[in-house]
C-alpha cells in the first residue's frame, strides 16, 4: 500500500528551524527511487522544494535555489523516513509543505536542475513563518 504521512510543520519567528518527517510505508519506500518534498500556498502552482534518492548506498540530492544553503534533505533507511530540516526560515517559506514518492506514471515535476515523476502524495504539514 502506498502510503506518505509528513509531521512536524507548525509556526515560527523568521529565522528559527523546523524539522519536518515524511514516513513511508515499506511498499512506497521499496517501489520508489527518490522522494521529494514540495510545497504550495493557495492559488500558486506546487514547487519542488528538494528530493533525494533512497536506495542504500545513494543519497544524492537537489535542491530549489530558493532554499539551497537553508535546508538540508535526509534519508533514514531503517525508518522508512525522509526528514527536511529548515534553517534560517523566511516569512516566504510560509505553505503547505507535501512529500512525495516518486513513480512512473506520475506528473513531472522540477526539483532543482532536475525533473522527476511523482504520483503519491501525502496529506501535507503546514509550515507558517512570521516576521
Known amino acids: 500500500q502506498v502510503q506518505l504521512v509528513e509531521s512536524g510543520g507548525g509556526s515560527v519567528q523568521a529565522g528559527g528551524s523546523l524539522r519536518l518527517s515524511c514516513a513511508a510505508s515499506r511498499y512506497t519506500y521499496s517501489s520508489s527511487n527518490y522522494i521529494g518534498w514540495f510545497r504550495q500556498t493557495p492559488g500558486k502552482e506546487r514547487e519542488g522544494v528538494a528530493s533525494?534518492?533512497?536506495?542504500?548506498?545513494?543519497?544524492?540530492?537537489y535542491y530549489a535555489d530558493s532554499v539551497k544553503g537553508r535546508v538540508t534533505i535526509s534519508q533514514d533507511n531503517a525508518k522508512n523516513t525522509v526528514y527536511l530540516q529548515m534553517n534560517s526560515l523566511k516569512p516566504e517559506d510560509t505553505a503547505m509543505y507535501y512529500c512525495?514518492?516518486?513513480?512512473?506514471?506520475?506528473?513531472?515535476?522540477?526539483?532543482?536542475?532536475?525533473?522527476?515523476?511523482?504520483?503519491?502524495w501525502g496529506q501535507g504539514t503546514q509550515v507558517t513563518v512570521s516576521s
Open positions: 533525494i534518492y533512497i536506495y542504500i548506498g545513494g543519497g544524492s540530492t
Open positions: 512525495a514518492a516518486e513513480s512512473v506514471s506520475g506528473r513531472w515535476y522540477a526539483v532543482g536542475p532536475r525533473q522527476f515523476r511523482f504520483d503519491y
